[in-house]
């Protein structure tokens, strides 16, 4: 902390007590205000934005004359010189038909135009956010190119780029005013539903593809960044209400309604604050599948039933009646039976609801661009998460809380992220352990045999049916026999053991999972070009992050306290210009060290060049290294999820899951125990692969620990502005080695895997257990793909097209078990049409979206899934002297229902009318 410190003194003694204050508006052609408009001072990082009236202030160091060039997307760049200190300017931008010269600072950690981006970067801003057809800026984020939003719920959706796409994405960044918005015991983003309130968003920029060289580990698949506005540029009260309704054939028509206030005020040009507050309310996307993961087609009737949405039905065995009975083998024959389970209905509360709020002071000592800023952000959510299993998540709570000191050559920030699962838990192990708290699985399994055998027996020798009418018969009688008694959803005693077990952390009598995880992390960059007159663009940076695992041990081995580890890691970036400005060069480097890792090194590369008298045309290649970590799941994890027991690689938690274990009597009679001590080292030390037992020809394997994937990105493009069309097209081929990846692995009770004895029979008695490890995969691993899209004005109206195209490249012939979970369509094709001003202060939007089909591939269930077809459009008038927006709008507006995962509930469609104020 006093390293921090002195840092943080050091850098702010660089800054000069010299100030240049510049005030003005921007305005269109109409003289109508431009929120939300670039002002940056050319040639350096300095900027700030427009209010929404179009006003903004500005203050630098620099000394006149130097010029101001503004930007805003749909406009013009304007070029404004300033002569002298206190100058007020009043800037006419007029329209423009490109959005290449909109800024951007994430691609290069530095102010630039898109059009000169080393790579590939979306944005969407406040021009952005007032045209979206989606009841919400992040669901607007799948209309833009090589973007994918996977919808796990209502409240959470999942934004991915370029493959490998899952609900628990650990490939994809979220940075919310540079903080990392990952849940720290999840290990992944939950959309925004504990993130930004859409009055605060000033911007929001997506670099699709492999970042590690300037952001580290987590930026392996894409980033998505969100910048809050400024106090001191946005100040006065802004709200929106939204209200409308869903619309799903399985929940039918549900109230939906959205409420957000923004409240930020400068006392003085040195301190400012901001305060946000936003609830969302509705009903949750039902999922109501019965389709049999076993036996598609199948219904109820299949004694061995496993429905997709129904859970409890997992656990099952297979009967031997004739060993039941004494029987000779033959008599009566044995069959798989499931226990009868619960539809997802009847064990999850699908109300829906987010609640976010956050606050923060802006401290400027000097009245310059140095700023201190304290920043808390905490939010509280209700959702379905699917990951393994299905899991509600009622009353989650994460937490930020930041410090953070900067100006336009250097931040430090240091901040805490932490969560609390609130009264989540899992429904599939709520309904099993509902079941066995009701009636064991002994007890079931054996009512079920004694009621089978009889009315099999009485078919076939009292009524003549033939053995498939007698089984039918027999298992109709066996299930109602085993089910009698059976807790009712809806009566008192279903509630009273319902409500116990989810309240219970242990996953053998409950179904509650508890996280209390956080981690705390420093980062700090600084553009030292004011030192060497601008000669290039140098920047230095690094970070520091430390892990606290609290689950109470139930869901990590921590069952004697928390777990820490930590990681950190420093980079270099140098940019230059070359041949009359035409030339780009941007090389980077980073080092980063995880505490059971070697340390690795993530260079990046990358030209740009711009061509035509205009300079309306651009080129740009790259190619980097990058890597990201194994998760903290990864390493820590020590969880029965029902099918398998999940056990981390850290080598220090190999010896922490221990587990005991009844043994069968033919297992005690070869040992002479009734139970057995299983270490988690075992699942990699001493196990048969699963496949091999499948195989009928066991296997013994060692699997080796977890080590970081890695990533080589190679990435080309081309953007232009050819007469009233903005092209903009990039291809890209990825090629990974030390692909992460689970396998699963039998342990057996007693005898070493491959003694060619005492373990062979302990898999034949039954005496082992399924283990999923964490491991990486031999397999060459390729994806490429690439992005074109075209926007133009037809007359005053804006059209836009793209089309998306994502390959994997694996020999599934040598590697058939490998599990990639790329999830991606190959073909999507996007397009936009619209007019901001039909008429005066009346616009609209209209957005389609289709999807090719593709296969869904994850933990909890594959499958394909359906091309799609969606359309989603918005009509919006302003109100000036109201300072005020009203919106009516809709998603899925065709009302053709779909899902992009399997197991979710299928996504209906979403109709609001909204009033923004002040936006």
Request: glycine share 10%; proline share 4%; aromatic share 12%.
């Given at each position: 902390m006093?390293?921090?410190m ?6 702010m003694g660089?800054?000069t007590?010299?100030q ?17 408009a670039?002002v940056v ?8 934005t427009t209010?929404f009236d ?17 930007s805003s997307?749909?406009?013009?760049n304007?070029t404004?010189n300033?002569?002298s200190n206190?100058q ?5 931008l007029?329209e423009?038909?490109t959005?290449l ?10 102010p630039e135009r ?9 944005r969407?801003g ?6 979206t057809t ?10 833009l190119?090589?973007v994918?939003?996977?919808t ?15 609900f628990a ?5 979220q940075l ?6 990952t849940a720290?015991?999840l290990?992944f ?7 930004m ?7 929001v ?11 580290g580990?987590?930026a392996?698949?894409g980033i ?12 006065g009260i802004?709200?929106y209400?939204?209200a409308?309704?869903?619309?799903q054939?399985?929940a039918g ?5 959205d409420?957000g206030v923004?409240a930020a ?9 901001k ?11 039902h ?5 049999d993961?076993?036996?598609p ?7 061995a ?9 997992e656990v099952s065995t ?8 004494g029987f000779?083998t033959?008599?009566?024959?044995s069959a ?12 999850a ?9 956050d ?9 310059d661009?140095l700023e201190v800023i304290?920043?808390?952000?905490i939010?509280?959510g209700?959702?379905?998460?699917q990951g393994?299993n299905?899991?509600a998540?009622?009353?989650f709570?994460m937490?930020q809380?930041?410090l953070?000191i900067?100006?336009?050559n250097?931040?430090v920030r240091?901040?805490?992220v932490?969560e609390?699962?609130g009264?989540?838990y ?9 079941n066995?708290a009701?009636?064991s699985d002994?007890?079931?399994?054996t009512d079920y ?6 009315t099999?027996?009485g078919?076939i020798?009292?009524?003549g ?5 007698a089984s039918?018969?027999?298992h109709?009688?066996?299930r ?6 059976r807790?009712?959803?809806?009566t ?10 989810i ?9 509650k999972f508890?996280?209390?995880t ?10 030292i070009a004011?030192?060497?007159?601008d000669?290039?663009d140098?920047q230095?940076?690094g970070?520091?992050?430390?892990y ?20 950190y890691?420093a980079?270099l970036q140098?940019?230059k210009k070359?041949l009359?400005?035409r030339l ?5 480097a980073r ?5 059971f890792?070697?340390?690795f090194?993530?260079p990046r590369?990358s030209f ?16 980097q290294?990058?890597?990201?970590n194994?998760t903290t799941q990864?390493l820590f994890?020590g969880l029965n999820?029902g ?9 220090d938690?190999l010896?922490r ?9 033919s297992?005690?009679?070869?040992t002479g125990?009734s139970t057995?001590?299983i270490v988690g080292?075992a ?6 692969s699963?496949s ?20 080589t ?5 081309y953007?232009a ?5 903005t092209?903009d097209?990039?291809?890209?081929y ?5 692909f992460l990846?689970?396998t ?6 007693y005898?070493?895997a ?5 373990s ?6 039954g005496?082992?257990?399924v ?8 397999a060459?691993?390729?994806?490429y ?8 004005k037809?007359?005053?109206f804006d ?15 040598r590697?058939?078990d490998?599990r ?5 369509p ?7 049409f ?6 005066k202060?009346?616009g609209f939007?209209?957005n389609y979206?289709?999807s090719?089909s593709?296969?869904w591939e994850?933990?909890?269930?594959d ?9 989603d459009a918005q ?6 002297s ?13 009302g053709?229902?779909?899902?992009t995962?399997?197991?979710?509930g299928?996504?209906?469609s ?7 104020i002040?936006?």
């Open positions: 006093k390293k921090l002195f840092v943080s003194l050091m850098l660089l800054a007590y010299g240049t204050t510049v005030q003005g508006k921007v305005v269109d052609e109409n003289n109508e205000p431009i929120p939300g670039n001072l050319m040639g350096k990082a300095e900027g700030t209010d179009g006003n903004f202030t500005f203050n630098t160091d620099e000394e006149p004359p130097f010029q101001l060039q503004i997307i749909g406009f013009s304007f404004a300033v002569t206190n007020t300017l009043t800037i006419t007029s423009s038909n959005m010269d909109e800024i951007v600072i994430s691609a290069s950690r530095t898109i059009f000169e981006s080393p790579v590939s970067v979306e969407f406040l021009r952005e956010i007032k045209n989606a009841e919400s800026f992040y669901g607007g984020l799948q209309n190119k090589g994918d939003i996977n796990n719920s209502l409240t959470f959706q999942s934004v991915n780029t370029r493959g490998f796409a899952t994405n650990n490939r994809f960044l919310v005013d540079g903080m990392d918005n720290p015991g290990n983003v939950l959309g925004n539903l504990v993130g309130s859409e009055l605060d968003v000033q911007s920029e997506i670099l699709p593809g492999a970042s590690s060289a300037l952001y580990a987590g392996f698949n998505l960044f969100m910048t809050s506005k400024n106090p001191f540029d946005f100040q802004s709200a209400f939204k409308g309704f869903t619309d054939e399985a028509s549900n109230f939906y309604k409420f923004r005020h400068a006392f003085s040009d040195k301190l400012a604050v305060a946000n507050l936003s609830v969302l309310n509705g009903e949750d996307w999922a109501n599948s019965r389709v993961l076993n036996n087609g199948a219904d109820r009737s299949n004694p039933y496993d429905g997709l949405n129904v859970y409890g039905d297979v009967l031997d009646f004739d060993a039941a009975a000779p033959g008599t009566v024959g798989t039976i499931s226990r009868t389970g619960y539809d997802e209905a009847d064990l509360n699908y109300n829906a609801e987010s609640v976010k709020a606050f923060a002071l802006y401290y400027r000592p000097f009245a661009d304290l920043n808390s952000r939010g509280r209700t959702t379905i998460y393994a299905r899991y998540v009622a009353g709570t937490q809380h930041k953070e900067k100006n336009d250097f931040f240091g901040y805490i932490s609390n699962s009264d989540a899992d429904t599939r192990f709520a309904a099993i352990n509902v066995r009701w009636k002994t007890q079931w399994f045999a004694g009621a089978y055998i009889p099999y027996l078919g020798q009292g009524a049916l033939t053995p498939e009418q039918a018969q027999a109709v009688a066996g109602q026999a085993a089910d009698q008694g807790l009712i959803p809806g008192a005693a279903f509630e009273s053991t319902f409500n116990r077990v309240n219970d952390g242990d996953l053998t009598t409950g179904a508890i996280d209390k956080k981690f705390r992390h420093v980062n700090g960059n600084y553009n004011h030192l060497i007159d000669w290039a140098i230095l940076g970070s520091f992050r430390e606290e695992l609290n689950s109470q041990g139930t869901i990590f081995t921590d069952i004697d306290g928390p777990i820490t580890y930590n990681e890691g980079y140098v940019q070359f009359d400005d780009k060069f941007t090389g980077s080092y980063d060290k995880n505490e890792f070697d340390g090194l993530s590369v740009a060049y711009t061509l035509g008298e205009e300079r309306n045309h651009n080129l740009r290649v790259s190619v290294q990058g890597f990201r194994p990864d994890i999820a099918r398998a027991i999940l056990v981390g690689s850290a080598p938690n010896d899951d221990v587990r005991t274990f009844e043994v069968s009597e297992g005690q009679a070869l125990q057995v001590q080292r699942a990699y030390e001493n196990a048969y699963t091999s037992l499948q195989a009928g020809a066991p296997e013994a394997v060692n699997t080796p620990l977890v080590q970081p994937e890695e990533i990105a190679f990435e080309a493009g953007r502005q050819v007469g009233r069309f092209i097209l990039s291809g890209y990825n090629s990974y080695t030390n990846a689970n699963t692995t039998a342990v057996p009770f005898g070493e491959g003694d060619g004895g005492l062979l029979l302990a898999l034949q008695n005496d082992f257990q283990y999923q490890t964490y491991t990486n995969s031999e060459d691993i390729n994806s793909g690439g992005t074109v899209g075209v926007d133009t037809l007359g005053n059209l836009g097209v793209n089309y998306t195209f994502a390959e994997l490249d694996i020999d599934e012939g590697y058939p490998l990639t979970n790329f999830n991606t190959k073909h999507k094709v996007k397009a936009s619209g007019n901001a001003e039909l008429f202060n009346f939007n209209v979206r289709w090719d593709y296969f994850a933990s909890f269930a499958g394909d899934i359906p091309a799609f077809t969606v359309l009509i919006n008038y302003s109100v000036p109201m300072k005020s927006i009203f919106k009516l709008g809709g998603s899925n507006i065709l053709d229902e779909y899902f995962a399997v197991g979710t299928f996504i209906g979403i109709y609001y009318l909204s009033w923004t002040n936006p």
